[in-house]
């Protein structure tokens, strides 16, 4: 009898192990061609070609979000590789992915918004401009392309920028006295 069970045991302990794999399977690793498949924006930004999309939609633009005087792809990856606030599916076609750069949120953070192929439709930095010392005041910083603005796309960046989650990260709730006169839309050739 002993040895039944531990059959039934191994048979079991096999189909489970079989299934796991199948589901992997079905899912897949996070593709950029698909962000349905990515759980967060740390696991999208390691995705191949996700560097190069991001490059490519932001070319060689400079700024001082969080650190001073570097490419904004840089600041942004800085942000999607520290902690990832997951990722929304705002229309079927549409996914906003967020984080906060590694040394904490504070207000600062990054979102990009996709679409269901994973083109870039717009990507904004939440930040206190540190050019020669960070600002007082948090700052929004929005960029589009100039041939594909979409008011749907600007409003859930702007929404995300100045939602109560990303609020309720900073310490002093002040910094955001004035917000509409420091949001920004930069648009890209």
């Known amino acids: 009898m002993r040895k039944l069970f531990k059959l039934a045991c191994l048979v079991a302990l096999a189909w489970s192990a ?3 794999v199948f ?3 079905i899912q897949g690793p996070c593709r950029l061609i698909d962000p349905s498949t ?3 924006t740390k696991e999208l930004a390691r995705t191949k070609g ?3 999309e991001l490059a490519h939609f932001i070319g060689d633009e400079k700024a001082s979000y969080f650190s001073t005087d570097r490419t904004v792809s840089s600041q942004a990856m800085s942000a999607f590789n520290g902690a990832p606030d ?3 599916q705002l229309t079927p076609s549409r996914y906003l992915f967020a984080a906060c750069p590694e040394r904490g949120c504070d207000g600062s953070a990054a979102a990009i918004m996709l679409n269901e192929y994973g083109q870039i439709k717009g990507l904004v930095f939440s930040s206190f ?3 020669t010392g960070c600002e007082d005041y948090r700052h929004v910083d929005i960029y589009m392309r100039k041939d594909d603005q979409d008011d749907a796309v600007l409003a859930a960046l702007k929404a995300w920028a100045t939602s109560d989650k990303l609020r309720k990260t900073m310490s002093r709730p002040d910094a955001d006295e ?3 006169k420091r949001m920004d839309v930069h648009l890209l050739p």
């Open 23 to 25: 589901a992997a399977a």
């Open 18 to 20: 079989s299934f796991t």
């Open 86 to 88: 997951g990722v929304t």
């Open 129 to 131: 401009h540190c050019a």
């Open 50 to 52: 996700f560097m190069q």
């Open 38 to 40: 990515c759980a967060d």
């Open 178 to 180: 004035g917000i509409d």
